[in-house]
């Protein structure tokens, strides 16, 4: 990271900083990043070295690796139908259903909200590939983790690749990421929903490849019309989404950045406009609940206005 990033001083308000700061380590945080044309202010407020799970924020990582597939030509076009990749949906009323439903929360599979039947069985692409429809695919925008669970199989059936096989060759390897855990079922499938965990300064990295439009050290590593695309509204059911991506809008509307959440605070936001990257990540809580991604998105936000 320092040879990306130097440890100067920040030139925003130093009072904004402090309140931001405060916040994260009230909140027990374990690390707290901000990257702001190009100097870097980081604390580590548990001095820990171990990767963290993200939660849902390994959705963009999942939607990183559709993008590969279509840079890689695996396939021409996100409207590509599920039926075209698992052939058992051919005459299921899911056979329609495209990857950019998946991407957009727009797929109508059925969800109950949260990951912990998903989580618990042998193979989670199988059993959302058995779950019924509950809306007609494009119709209803609804927070999917069941549909992003197939990405482990559509990356895999494409290319031959598990999803972390496939992504840790493309982009972990070149951005020297090599302290990196990915939760799997017992099938050997990682959950792209919620299963990866990283460093701060490694998801840091990862912010950058966005900002920076894909290139990394000079190499292109991702497409920048994937960026541009993914990262701003995708449709008008929900515009607050773009591909597993959350787009970010000043008080008036208008476009500032995109981001991502996860469950238990760990926050990742870019403002490209601003060439800033803010972080936070906690291990675990031990006291009270974590607050809402709000809160942190308030701060992110006012840092920088």
Not at 64 to 69: E, H, M, P
Request: proline letters at 4%.
């Amino acid at each position: 990271m320092t040879q990306l990033f130097n440890k100067g001083i920040l030139e925003v308000d130093q009072e904004k900083l402090k309140a931001f700061d405060n916040y994260c380590e009230k909140e027990e945080s374990d690390e707290f990043i901000i990257v702001l044309k190009n100097n870097m202010y980081h604390k580590n407020y548990t001095d820990t070295s171990e990767p963290i799970q993200l939660n849902s924020l390994t959705k963009v990582f999942a939607g990183t690796a559709v993008g590969l597939l279509l840079d890689e030509g695996y396939i021409d076009t996100l409207h590509t139908p599920l039926h075209s990749i698992f052939p058992s949906l051919i005459n299921d009323p899911k056979k329609d259903i495209t990857i950019w439903h998946i991407l957009t929360h727009t797929t109508g599979i059925k969800t109950v909200g949260h990951d912990n039947e998903l989580s618990s069985v042998d193979n989670c692409i199988e059993y959302v590939l058995s779950l019924d429809l509950e809306d007609k695919p494009g119709t209803v925008s609804k927070y999917n983790n069941e549909a992003v669970a197939l990405i482990a199989g559509i990356v895999e059936k494409l290319s031959g690749e598990k999803l972390d096989e496939y992504l840790s060759k493309r982009i972990f390897e070149p951005l020297g990421i090599t302290n990196w855990i990915w939760l799997k079922d017992r099938s050997q499938n990682p959950y792209p929903y919620a299963g990866l965990a990283l460093t701060g300064n490694d998801l840091a990295k990862f912010g950058f490849l966005y900002l920076n439009k894909g290139i990394w050290k000079g190499q292109r590593l991702l497409s920048e019309w994937w960026i541009e695309d993914s990262t701003h509204p995708t449709q008008n059911i929900d515009r607050k989404w773009g591909y597993l991506w959350l787009t970010a809008h000043d008080k008036d509307g208008n476009y500032i950045g995109y981001g991502m959440s996860g469950a238990e605070g760990k926050y990742l936001y870019v403002s490209p406009g601003q060439d800033y990257i803010a972080i936070r990540l906690v291990h675990r809580k031990n006291s009270k609940e974590t607050p809402s991604a709000d809160e942190f998105f308030r701060y992110a936000k006012g840092l920088i206005t």
